[in-house]
Structures are given as structure tokens and as C-alpha cells.
């Protein structure tokens, strides 16, 4: 009897439990944006002076450090706008599942930064992003438009779903540059070629060299001319950038350029390359071990005279250009990341840069990187509030796209004169004070409210980058966002065209297999992406 | 161990010897990653990443400057302290005293109430309902976030319980004799002889208290409370291929500031104090079970 009690005591206490749990759920779930808005309803019922509505606004940012709630930028644009803002705090290199944990909790950030344009479409399905009007956004946004229109046309129709805009694209600036061509100059020097490659047969020639006759004068058959990287170039030469999602223009329709038949002629080419052992064969395993993402180890310790990895500024040699410092002294330029490691690991070391070799028809070009970025939206609580949106718009234009460079170096750096000084106006060139260099401060202070947008980039590196030419002969793709179908099979289809192509590269399959791949992949789901996708591309194309 | 009185065959000098041999190979590759990433956080600007140095030919202790000298190393490296040693007090405070009436053979519906605990080994409310709970009990922002969902961990529990089962019962029957309560046997009787498994469990609670940085990114987003482990896995992450691919933010990336000797000594700075209490408690572990007990 005791045992049954005691029993029947036990579950309910159990029950009780759960259902505590369950009941609060539902309770507390709305309870936090409404709560907020009758409280401030209330202020306006007292009929004083109708004050401008004091908002609450939750705010994601990209943030490499989080943002301390009593940040001084972040006060200072508080009392500009008359605003409460609340920074979340989501851990970069875990955002999206910080973000989930928050939206499956009922909690919707009101600055909704969409890190990944192909998850606009999923968090649109989900019901969380409110629709922007577009005259709401030209009225209230209207820098943000004018640049991006302006350096990135049509870029602003990515952000819309079923002819709605929900996301503010964020345009990169410097991705008008593509990817740099590196050649060991002394390695050059010791085959005897003094004239960097133009078209494929002079690369190809310069390659067998590198390869075969011992450029490193070690004596030893340890050098190769490219690798994974270097590989870019060679499909480039025949129009396409395979292993990625890029899609080219051809009679007015959108291409995926991994299953055009030119492809299968630079396959053709790699694998001879790969058989003579001018192709590193270590190139499946890339060209990167580790540490910072940019710097190719295989060009660093000498294996391959040849690279493609990187970007531009990674690659500036010490004094390619001269830079104002904080004194107002001309000093000769910084070393880019993987110039310096280049530098210690083989002081010797000389390099050149090319342009992309042409192939056999005339068509040359690398890859350059997808200059969309994110999208920003607008959360769809915010949107229920009268007046938010509009002025979330607002705050979010002038802290990225005013007129006023001054302003938007504000809104990056902090106060002129505590961290950061001009050196050159002009050019948009500031130097971050001593205290703070080489610190995450700008994220810490709330110096991050900012979206990025695509002003043309006019400092000295730049300048640099035009001159050697990194603006010239870039690949970029026509689609930068995901379609429907695309995000459903893009990881099968990945899979299919990796093994492909490395098969065919490393000898394992026959060229011959390359039409059996294109099979494969249109029965995959590639046919019905290339369908949709040109619905897409027909629809929006400007 | 071999005295020195008994000879050892030939074979068996063999056997230790390839045994000796093996050990000091197993040692040197556990070892070999600290070494190299204690001397990349020694080694000075001008000594290149790529190559690899026992002793790096530049000693420096810039990183360690840099890695003192930023903001939340020091706030991170008190709330690490605050919550290990809280969080492992209070986690071998209540799974002991949970073990212990589980671990009673007179206990009413012993199995059942057993079963219930072993129940959430396997079955939980997963991430979100967490979060839920969490935050509607208050605790966003608050130590007692990292320190109350992690309270009592059914598998510790389990082993606790079981190593108390296999206590004679006629210790605690002596005791009751003597006149001595429940509260009293547990703390006098049970406890001593408890040591060894409660210093191995309050060991792995600490270690895992130490290293745990997921739910301090959930539940704390005030940067002076965050700890030691969210601070320097942002250092240690920041550049690599996996964020880069993750953001597709080349342009902001490009500024990377941590050099690969910073992220070293971060690494350095937070493993040597959880590494440094090992020694401490390594008697434990090694002490029979039944000392000073029954004998005979």
C-alpha cells in the first residue's frame, strides 16, 4: 500500500513538472515585444506633447567582438536617434545557430542581418523578415539605393522573394578586383623565361619548367608549377569557374558553367599535367594546411611557382606603394599577409603578377569573388510598430551609406580624434590611433552598425590594384543568390562534381566520363536548377 | 614492480622494453602538439609560421603581452575560476547526496526514482526548450546559467551511486548501533570512504566546467561575463578557412590582427591552469578503494 502511495505521488509530482515547463512556453512567448509597446502607448495616452516614440531596437551586426551594451558609439548614436539599442551579441563563427536558438524562441531581431544570401529565401519561408516596401526604402534608405545602383546594378533585386523585397543586398566593394595571378619572378629568372605568361601555351611552357628543370637549384625534382588554386586560371581560359556555384551569361540565358563541354577541355589539359607531374598532386588536399585561410603554403614553401589564392592586398609587396602614416610621413606600404610569410620563409623570394592566360579562344579570366555579401532585413515585429521600420531604415543609411565620408569613417572607427585621424580626406584614408591598433575596439565600442556598401574604392591600395590590373579579366557569376531547388540539391550536386572532376584530373576515370558526369548531374536536380534559375534570370534581368 | 631480488627472464626484459619503447612513442605524440604550440607562442614576428621549431631560433614574449594586455582575458579568466570551482562544488554536493539514498537498498521505490535520473541520460528537451527555460527562469546573463542546468549529471550520478553499493552494509549497521542518524553516517562513515570516486568525478566536472563555452555563447551575451573558453575560441577561429567560408566576408577578414604566435599563447594561457590541478588530485585516483575501512 505505502509503495502504490508513494508511487502514485511520484508521478504526479513528475506531471507537475512537465506541465510547469509546457504552460510557461506559450505564456512568456509573445509577452516581450508586446509588452514593450503598450508601455510606450501609454506614454501617448497621457496627452502631453506628443514626443517623438523613444524606440527599442534589437540589432545584429557582423561583429567580430561583441559590442558592450554601454559602448560610447553606441550611446552616441542612441541620443542621435532617440533610440534604445539592443546589440545581440551572437557569436560570429556560430551566428546562424545563435540566430536559430533566438527566432525558434519567439525572439526576432528588428536589424535582421541575413549573413548568407542563400539563406534569404529559408528565413522568408519561416515568416520572420517583414516585407520592405520599395518606396519606404527609397524614401528612407536613399544613399544605400543610390550607391548600390549606382556600382552594382540590379544587385538590390537579389533581396526580393516572388517580386517582394525582403533583404537590403550588401555589396562588397573590393570584389570588383579578382583573385590575383602570382608568378616566382626568380623562379622565372633561373628557366630563363623573362616574359610573364599571356596565353596558355606560354603558361603551359613555364609551368613544364618549373616542373622539370629544378628552378630552386636544389638539385632535387621537388618543384611543380600549380596546384589546387593555380587551377582557377586554367578553367578560367575556357570560360567557367566550375567548383563553385558560378553562372555566366550565353544568348541572353544563365549558364552553369561546371557542365559546359568547354570544361572538358580544360580537364583534358589538367590531366596531361597531372600524368607529367607539372600538377602538384598533392593539389586535392589544397593548397592551405591551416592557420590564416589566405596563405598558400605550397607557394610559400617553394613547392609550385604558380598561385591564384588569395586576394589582391594579401599579396602587396613591402613599399609597392606609398601610404601617409599617423605622423603625416610617407612611408613605403605594409607587406600583405601572405607577402610577409613569403618573405620569412624565403627571403629571396621574388614575385610577379599576370593576368589570367587566354585560351585557345581568346577567352581568358579568374575567378572573382561574389560581391554579395548579405542582406539585411527588417524583422517582422518591427514592422508591426508604426513608425520602426522607417526608422531603422534611417539609422541604417546614415551609419553606412551618408555622403559624408567623415561620417560613415565615424560610424566604422569611433570619434576623430580619440581612435582614429585622417591622412588623407580624399582618399578616405584614416589611421587608427596607437592606443587601440591592432585591437577588436571599433566592435567592442559599437562602431559595427553599419551594412556595407559598394562605394568605389579610391584609397591607395586601390589605386595599386587598378594599376596592376586585378580589375581586369575577373569571372563573376550572374546568380549570387539561391534558388529554391538550388539550396534542396546543392550539396548532392556538389558532391557529383567534386568526385567528377577530381577523378578525371587524377587519371582515375577517363575523360570520356565527363558526359556520364553531366547526365548524372542534370538528373540530380541539375536541369530543374537551370530551369528555375533562368525563370529567375529572365524575370530580373535588367 | 619488480624487486630487485626477482630476476627477470629474458622475455620479459624484451616485453618491458618494447613496452618502455611504445610508451615513450605514445607520450611524445600526446606531448608533441603542446610542445609545438608552446613554441610558436614563444616565437618572435620575424620566425615564419609555416616552419616548425622545437625551440624557435627568436624567443619572444610578445604574444603573452598581447594576450594579457587585451580586454576580456582578465574578466574571462575570473568568471572561468567563479564558475569551476562553484559549478564543481555545488555538482559534487548534490549528485553525492542524490547517489547516496538512491544507493540504499530500504529506499521506497528505489528503482523507479533511478530510472528517472538514467531517463534523462538519453532523452532531453534538446537546445531550444533549453534556451526557454533559461530564460524564463531568469537566469539570461547570470553565472547560475552555466552553473544550475549542469547541476547534476545522470552518468556521474550513476557511477557515485554504484560505488556506493558496493559498500558493505554492515558499516552503516555498525553506525545505527553506535546511536549515530542518516546525516551523520553519510557524513562520517560514507564520505571518507567516498573520496576517491568524488575526487574523480569533481575532476571531470571541473575539466568540463574549464572547457565549456557552448552555453556561455547561449545564455551570456554580455562580454565581461563570457568566459575564458568563448574569448579565446574567437581568437583562436578568426581567420581560418572554416570562418572565412562561413562568412563570406573577405573584405572586413582581411584586417586579421591575431597573429598565429597570439593564438598560441591564448591556447597557452587558458589550458596551463586546468593541466596544473591534475597532479593535485592524481593520489586519488591511484588510493585503494576500502582504505582504512573494514579489515579482516
Known amino acids: ?542 | 614492480m619488480a624487486g630487485n631480488k626477482i630476476k627477470t627472464s629474458f622475455s620479459e626484459k624484451i616485453f618491458d622494453s618494447t613496452n618502455t619503447l611504445f610508451m615513450i612513442i605514445f607520450c611524445m605524440t600526446t606531448l608533441y602538439p603542446f610542445v609545438y604550440l608552446l613554441s610558436m607562442s614563444l616565437a618572435s614576428a620575424n620566425v615564419p609560421l609555416t616552419q616548425l621549431y622545437l625551440i624557435p631560433p627568436e624567443i619572444s614574449f610578445e604574444s603573452y603581452k598581447r594576450v594579457f594586455s587585451s580586454n576580456y582575458i582578465a574578466s574571462g579568466f575570473l568568471v572561468t575560476i567563479y564558475k569551476t570551482i562553484l559549478g564543481t562544488l555545488l555538482s559534487v554536493l548534490f549528485t553525492f547526496t542524490l547517489a547516496y539514498p538512491l544507493s540504499r537498498k530500504y529506499f521506497p521505490n528505489r528503482g523507479f526514482w533511478t530510472a528517472l535520473v538514467v531517463f534523462t541520460m538519453f532523452f532531453s528537451g534538446g537546445l531550444i526548450p533549453n534556451y526557454l527555460l533559461v530564460r524564463n527562469l531568469g537566469l539570461m546573463n547570470s553565472i547560475n546559467a552555466l552553473v544550475l542546468p549542469n547541476l547534476v549529471n545522470a552518468f556521474y550520478m550513476t557511477i557515485v551511486r554504484n560505488y556506493m553499493m558496493s559498500l558493505p552494509d554492515s558499516l552503516e549497521e555498525s553506525a545505527k548501533i553506535d546511536g549515530a542518524n542518516d546525516i551523520r553516517i553519510l557524513v562520517s562513515i560514507i564520505l571518507p570512504i567516498c573520496k576517491p570516486i568524488i575526487a574523480t568525478i569533481a575532476l571531470w566536472i571541473a575539466v568540463w566546467h574549464w572547457n565549456e563555452w557552448f552555453q556561455c555563447l547561449l545564455y551570456i551575451t554580455d562580454p565581461s561575463k563570457q568566459v575564458l573558453q568563448v574569448i579565446m575560441r574567437r581568437v583562436v577561429m578568426e581567420g581560418t578557412q572554416q570562418v572565412m567560408d562561413l562568412s563570406g566576408q573577405s573584405e572586413v577578414e582581411a584586417a586579421a590582427v591575431t597573429t598565429e604566435g597570439v593564438k598560441a599563447a591564448t591556447i597557452m594561457v587558458t589550458t596551463i591552469p586546468i593541466l596544473i590541478v591534475y597532479p593535485f588530485i592524481q593520489k586519488y585516483f591511484v588510493k585503494g578503494i576500502m582504505v582504512g575501512s573494514l579489515k579482516g
Not at chain 1, 512537465?18 to 509588452?35: H, L
Not at chain 1, 550565353?250 to 607539372?278: C, H, I
Not at chain 1, 587598378?466 to 546568380?479: A, C, D, P, R, T
Not at chain 1, 565527363?514 to 538528373?523: D, G, I, M, R, S
Open chain 1, 1 to 542: 500500500m505505502k509503495k502504490v502511495i508513494s508511487l502514485i505521488l511520484a508521478m504526479i509530482m513528475v506531471m507537475s513538472l512537465f506541465a510547469g515547463c509546457s504552460s510557461d512556453d506559450q505564456s512568456t512567448e509573445k509577452t516581450d515585444s508586446t509588452t514593450k509597446v503598450e508601455g510606450s502607448e501609454a506614454k501617448d495616452k497621457d496627452g502631453d506633447v506628443k514626443e517623438e516614440k523613444r524606440y527599442e531596437i534589437s540589432w545584429t551586426a557582423y561583429q567580430k567582438a561583441p559590442t558592450d551594451p554601454d559602448g560610447e558609439m553606441l550611446k552616441y548614436f542612441e541620443d542621435m536617434f532617440n533610440v534604445d539599442i539592443d546589440v545581440w551579441n551572437l557569436e560570429h563563427n556560430k551566428y546562424e545557430e545563435m540566430l536559430n536558438v533566438r527566432l525558434a524562441a519567439g525572439e526576432v531581431p528588428d536589424l535582421f542581418r541575413v549573413r548568407k544570401p542563400d539563406q534569404l529565401l529559408g528565413y522568408v519561408n519561416q515568416g520572420v523578415l517583414a516585407e520592405i516596401p520599395e518606396d519606404t526604402l527609397n524614401q528612407y534608405a536613399p544613399n544605400i539605393v543610390q550607391v548600390t545602383e549606382e556600382n552594382a546594378p540590379g544587385f538590390l533585386d537579389f533581396g526580393k522573394v516572388d517580386g517582394k523585397l525582403y533583404g537590403i543586398a550588401s555589396v562588397n566593394p573590393t570584389n570588383i578586383f579578382r583573385l590575383p595571378i602570382i608568378y616566382r619572378k626568380d623562379w622565372m629568372e633561373a628557366v630563363g623565361v623573362d616574359k610573364v605568361p599571356e596565353t596558355l601555351e606560354e603558361f603551359e611552357d613555364l609551368m613544364y619548367k618549373f616542373a622539370k628543370e629544378d628552378p630552386d637549384g636544389n638539385g632535387i625534382n621537388d618543384t611543380y608549377g600549380l596546384s589546387q588554386d593555380g587551377m582557377i586560371a586554367i578553367f578560367g581560359a575556357f570560360g567557367g569557374v566550375p567548383h563553385k556555384d558560378y553562372w555566366i551569361e550565353q544568348d541572353g540565358k544563365a549558364v552553369y558553367t561546371g557542365t559546359m563541354p568547354e570544361m572538358k577541355e580544360a580537364v583534358a589539359l589538367l590531366n596531361k599535367w597531372y600524368e607529367d607531374g607539372v600538377l602538384d598532386p598533392e593539389f586535392i588536399t589544397g593548397e592551405n594546411t591551416g592557420g590564416y585561410w589566405a596563405i598558400s603554403h605550397s607557394f610559400v614553401n617553394g613547392r609550385i611557382g604558380m598561385t591564384n589564392k588569395g586576394n589582391f592586398y594579401h599579396w602587396t609587396p613591402e613599399g609597392a606603394f606609398s601610404m601617409v602614416d599617423a605622423e603625416g610621413n610617407e612611408v613605403p606600404t605594409e607587406a600583405g599577409a601572405v607577402y610577409k610569410e613569403l618573405m620569412l620563409v624565403q627571403p629571396d623570394a621574388e614575385i610577379v603578377f599576370g593576368q589570367p592566360p587566354v585560351g585557345p579562344t581568346g577567352i581568358s579570366g579568374t575567378r572573382q569573388y561574389n560581391r554579395l555579401m548579405n542582406f539585411y532585413g527588417i524583422g517582422v515585429y518591427a514592422a508591426q510598430e508604426e513608425g520602426k521600420m522607417e526608422k531603422i531604415l534611417e539609422i541604417l543609411d546614415y551609419v553606412s551609406a551618408n555622403p559624408d565620408i567623415e561620417v560613415r569613417t565615424t560610424a566604422t572607427k569611433g570619434i576623430r580624434g580619440k581612435h582614429w585621424e585622417w591622412v588623407n580626406k580624399d582618399k578616405g584614408e584614416a589611421v587608427t590611433l596607437d592606443e587601440y591598433k591592432d585591437t577588436d575596439y571599433s566592435y567592442e565600442i559599437g562602431a559595427n552598425l553599419n551594412m556595407t556598401v559598394p562605394f568605389k574604392p579610391i584609397n591607395t591600395q586601390a589605386e595599386w590594384a587598378y594599376e596592376e590590373g586585378f580589375h581586369l579579366n575577373g569571372i563573376e557569376s550572374v546568380i549570387q543568390v539561391a534558388t529554391p531547388k538550388m539550396n534542396e540539391y546543392s550539396a548532392e550536386l556538389k558532391k557529383i562534381r567534386e568526385e567528377a572532376y577530381i577523378s578525371m584530373i587524377a587519371g582515375d576515370k577517363p575523360l570520356s566520363y565527363f558526359e556520364e558526369f553531366v547526365e548524372k548531374y542534370n538528373a540530380a536536380g541539375g536541369t530543374e536548377v537551370e530551369e528555375e534559375v533562368n525563370e529567375w534570370y529572365t524575370a530580373n534581368k535588367k
